[in-house]
């Protein structure tokens, strides 16, 4: 067994896994052809939230990540993988 390693959730954000999350899902917007307003319209919110989002202003939750993959056309587990793989 490998010896777990802490990770405090309070340092999440601009973490380096943060960072890859928010890099991925702005290509994924952009490969979409996708406004930030158009993603927001798509996902029943204002621009604004997918702007701080985007600006690593907030985290992004479960939910909705499997919102954005869903709107987005991209397989959520897959990309999680790749974050994952990220220190």
Do not use: N
Not at 11 to 29: D, P, Q, V, W
Not at 47 to 66: P, W
Not at 68 to 81: I, M, P, Q, R, T
């Amino acid at each position: 067994m490998t010896p777990t390693r802490r990770i405090d959730l309070a340092k999440t954000l601009r973490s380096g896994r943060h960072k890859a999350l928010i890099a991925l899902l702005i290509e994924r917007r952009e490969a979409a052809g996708m406004t930030q307003t158009q993603l927001a319209d798509r996902l029943g919110q204002y621009q604004s939230f997918v702007a701080r989002l985007e600006s690593g202003q907030r985290r992004v939750d479960v939910v909705e990540f499997l919102e954005l993959a869903e709107v987005l056309g991209f397989d959520a587990g897959k990309a999680l993988g790749v974050v994952r793989k990220i220190p």
